[in-house]
């Protein structure tokens, strides 16, 4: 698993590579709250290259939705693909994050 | 086709990478379909997982059996442990998959993933054991 962060104009992508499970899920929140900083405006994760997720990194994810929602930073999804992608509409995270199809899109609604 | 995996594992996180490694080895020898590969790797997790989480015994100290069967219709997997009775299907809290993210609690969302991603799903208390057998159909 390994978390890559980038920026496009002033929104961070956090884009996932791998696979998130019960031993290595601290690991994948400790890699995001680096990539996300203190600064960041508007938050998109990458899940293109994420291979597998269960439980224990979904609640990572829901965690890290609402620590920044606290903070008023907005978060989505782009890119899911699969399995990874039954197993966020299945544990309802697509009514409590949004989930754009791919970055383009994700990036023209973080940016509105 | 038919061929079937015995692991025993110590109730350890740590020792679920080997785990994850032989079923997804077996999936690939057995030709399965992304989809019954991901739930059977995630079941075996969620499911060991709780065992580890709620067993009552030391991390460590006691062992999980796992046991993978493919045929042609279908891949079985049963968990067995030797701690206090737990029935996952029945005293798991259920994730209110409803809330908003406010409300939304972290956590309760393996076992439901496990009954959403498997055909079948069953525990039962036998010899003093917790067998957990869960089922997913192949087409």
Known sequence: MNVQAEHHDGVLVAKVEGRVDSSNSQDFERQLHEAFGDDAGAVVMDLGQLAYISSAGLRVVLLVAKTLGQ????ISLCSLSGPVQSVFEISGFNRIIQI?????DALAAAGK | MSASL??????RIEAFAGVTEAVETLGREEDWAPDVAYAVV?????LATNVVRHGGSEEGASEIEIEVVSTDTEARVEVRD?????????????????AVLEDRKIGGLGVHLVRVLMDEASY??????????MVKRRS
């Open chain 2, 124 to 133: 039962r208390r036998e010899g003093g054991r917790n067998h957990v057998t």
């Open chain 2, 82 to 98: 030797g701690g206090k009775p737990f029935d996952p299907f029945h005293d798991a809290p259920e994730p209110d998959t409803e």
């Open chain 1, 71 to 74: 903070r008023n930073v907005g």
């Open chain 1, 100 to 104: 754009h199809e791919n970055r383009t």
């Open chain 2, 6 to 11: 015995t692991l025993r594992v110590p109730n």
């Open chain 2, 42 to 46: 995630l079941a075996l997790e969620e």
